[in-house]
């Protein structure tokens, strides 16, 4: 009686490798191991841009909306005027900043002025969307203040108006140069209102990341924006900056709470709350359908073991006459098929690092090769392709595919293990 072997012995370990290493009688099974290495490898690969791609695009889309916006708006309820609109603006708007600005977890809140007018400069027109806000409010804003991209003195806003990149080349105007705001709510006369019109001179233009910001948003100092628009002693909304954005939910009750009755809340999830979920269907559909892709790339695992299978019958069948066990048969094959799983995994792991940690040299030559134009922010409005490389997607994506990798091993090295010694050496 054949004593037990220890599972993964070094002579099932020797084995394996001699039936991995190629022969030129078998060049089918060793073409087979390496069409399953690349499946895997190309797989993983894949995988492992496609999370970090994904969590690089919801990683920009939130920091420049957090960055360029208002985390939590508060506005008031408004009354219906003469005319049927409704007027929200805000008179006691400096008490209840103030009240907002007390509440633990919040960095600033600042008054608003918001309106859309046309703007004009060097015979060309544009739509703005136009903040009006105090100077050192503006100054706070990461996204707009902290731009690296920014030409100008963001100190002399006070003395001027700020312009977003993509708008300022709209209207073909630099720093020093004049922009004409044109507002059809200007003043009443007895033959209707006469639009406003008023110049100022460009001092800052900034770039938020976001081609839909930059396209169509300016500053105007918040003093500057009352007498414009008519607004004086009031603004339209104030704009709240917290701590931990990710966790407005929670601070919006104590918001509400501070602002006092008749106001109402609105928190940049719901502003993008629709785009965030969208982009959570889209990362699990990606997910599942770049998970069957490795699937069908460790199928190729099965095709090559089972090929190895059928050549190796011979030696099958002496290495059990010898007294090998079944169990000991099934594991030189798991190995051969496992060795395939992991070294592909390995390759694609390292292979998709090195592409989200490179992404922005590999995807400049793409597009140099392409002649530009590969990425326009138009149409995705951001600027440039990112990625994130996290842990737990490398994991994620190692796990699925050692998972796959194996579970399909498991059959082709059974089928191995049960194989009759005697019908093996029948016909040899």
């Given at each position: 009686?054949a004593?037990?072997?220890?599972?993964?012995?070094?002579?099932?370990?020797?084995?394996?490798?001699?039936?991995l290493?190629?022969?030129?009688?078998?060049?089918?099974?060793?073409?087979?191991?390496?069409?399953?290495?690349?499946?895997?490898?190309?797989?993983?690969?894949?995988?492992?841009?496609?999370?970090?791609?994904?969590?690089?695009?919801?990683?920009?889309?939130?920091?420049?909306?957090?960055?360029?916006?208002?985390?939590?708006?508060?506005?008031?309820?408004?009354?219906?005027?003469?005319?049927?609109?409704?007027?929200?603006?805000?008179?006691?708007?400096?008490?209840?900043?103030?009240?907002?600005?007390?509440?633990?977890?919040v960095?600033?809140?600042?008054?608003?002025?918001?309106?859309?007018?046309?703007?004009?400069?060097?015979?060309?027109?544009?739509?703005?969307?136009?903040?009006?806000?105090?100077?050192a409010?503006?100054?706070?804003?990461?996204?707009?203040?902290?731009?690296?991209?920014?030409?100008?003195?963001?100190?002399?806003?006070?003395e001027?108006?700020?312009?977003?990149?993509?708008?300022?080349?709209?209207?073909?105007?630099?720093?020093?140069?004049?922009?004409?705001?044109?507002?059809?709510?200007?003043?009443?006369?007895?033959?209707?209102?006469?639009?406003?019109?008023?110049?100022?001179?460009?001092?800052?233009?900034?770039?938020?990341?976001?081609?839909?910001?930059?396209?169509?948003?300016?500053?105007?100092?918040f003093?500057?924006?009352?007498?414009?628009?008519?607004?004086?002693n009031?603004?339209?909304?104030?704009?709240?900056?917290?701590?931990?954005?990710?966790?407005?939910?929670?601070?919006?009750?104590?918001?509400l709470?501070?602002?006092?009755?008749?106001?109402?809340?609105?928190?940049?999830?719901?502003?993008?709350?629709?785009?965030?979920?969208?982009?959570?269907?889209?990362?699990?559909?990606?997910?599942?359908?770049?998970?069957?892709?490795?699937?069908?790339?460790?199928?190729?695992?099965?095709?090559?073991?089972?090929?190895?299978?059928?050549?190796?019958?011979?030696?099958?069948?002496?290495?059990?006459?010898?007294?090998?066990?079944?169990?000991?048969?099934?594991?030189?094959?798991?190995?051969?098929?496992?060795?395939?799983?992991?070294?592909?995994?390995?390759?694609?792991?390292?292979?998709?690092?090195?592409?989200?940690?490179?992404?922005?040299?590999?995807?400049?030559?793409v597009?140099?090769?392409?002649?530009?134009?590969?990425?326009?922010?138009?149409?995705?409005?951001?600027?440039?392709?990112?990625?994130?490389?996290?842990?737990?997607?490398?994991?994620?994506?190692?796990?699925?595919?050692?998972?796959?990798?194996?579970?399909?091993t498991?059959?082709?090295?059974?089928?191995?293990?049960?194989?009759?010694?005697?019908e093996?050496?029948?016909?040899?």
């Open positions: 009686m004593g037990k072997t220890a599972p993964f012995a070094a002579f099932e370990w020797m084995i394996a490798w001699r039936y290493r190629a022969r030129r009688a078998e060049g089918g099974v060793s073409t087979m191991t390496w069409i399953s290495l690349i499946g895997i490898t190309l797989a993983v690969f894949a995988l492992i841009a496609t999370l970090a791609v994904r969590s690089g695009f919801r990683a920009e889309f939130v920091g420049t909306i957090l960055g360029a916006n208002a985390h939590v708006t508060v506005y008031s309820f408004g009354e219906v005027d003469a005319s049927g609109r409704v007027d929200r603006s805000m008179t006691e708007f400096d008490d209840m900043a103030a009240r907002l600005a007390e509440v633990p977890g960095t600033r809140a600042a008054p608003l002025i918001r309106a859309q007018v046309m703007g004009a400069g060097q015979g060309r027109n544009s739509g703005i969307d136009l903040y009006g806000i105090a100077a409010d503006f100054e706070s804003l990461p996204g707009i203040a902290g731009s690296d991209a920014a030409l100008g003195d963001i100190s002399a806003f006070g001027g108006i700020a312009l977003g990149s993509g708008l300022a080349r709209e209207l073909g105007v630099g720093i020093g140069d004049k922009i004409r705001l044109i507002s059809p709510d200007g003043v009443k006369t007895a033959f209707g209102t006469s639009p406003r019109i008023n110049a100022y001179d460009v001092v800052f233009i900034f770039s938020a990341g976001r081609y839909d910001i930059d396209r169509t948003r300016a500053y105007l100092p003093d500057e924006a009352q007498v414009f628009f008519n607004k004086e009031t603004a339209d909304e104030i704009e709240v900056m917290i701590e931990e954005p990710e966790a407005v939910d929670r601070i919006t009750p104590v918001l709470q501070a602002a006092g009755p008749g106001s109402q809340v609105w928190t940049w999830r719901d502003a993008s709350g629709g785009f965030l979920r969208a982009l959570e269907v889209e990362d699990n559909v990606m997910f599942i359908i770049l998970s069957i892709l490795v699937l069908i790339a460790a199928m190729n695992i099965v095709s090559g073991l089972i090929m190895l299978v059928k050549n190796k019958g011979r030696d099958i069948g002496i290495l059990r006459t010898m007294g090998l066990s079944e169990g000991s048969v099934l594991r030189v094959f798991f190995i051969c098929g496992a060795s395939t799983g992991i070294a592909g995994t390995l390759m694609g792991v390292i292979l998709g690092s090195i592409f989200a940690l490179y992404i922005d040299p590999i995807f400049s030559f597009n140099m090769m392409m002649g530009g134009g590969v990425w326009d922010p138009a149409i995705r409005g951001i600027y440039a392709l990112p990625a994130e490389l996290h842990l737990d997607d490398v994991l994620s994506a190692t796990a699925l595919s050692l998972g796959l990798s194996f579970v399909v498991i059959f082709p090295a059974r089928k191995a293990a049960r194989m009759n010694p005697v093996a050496l029948r016909y040899e």
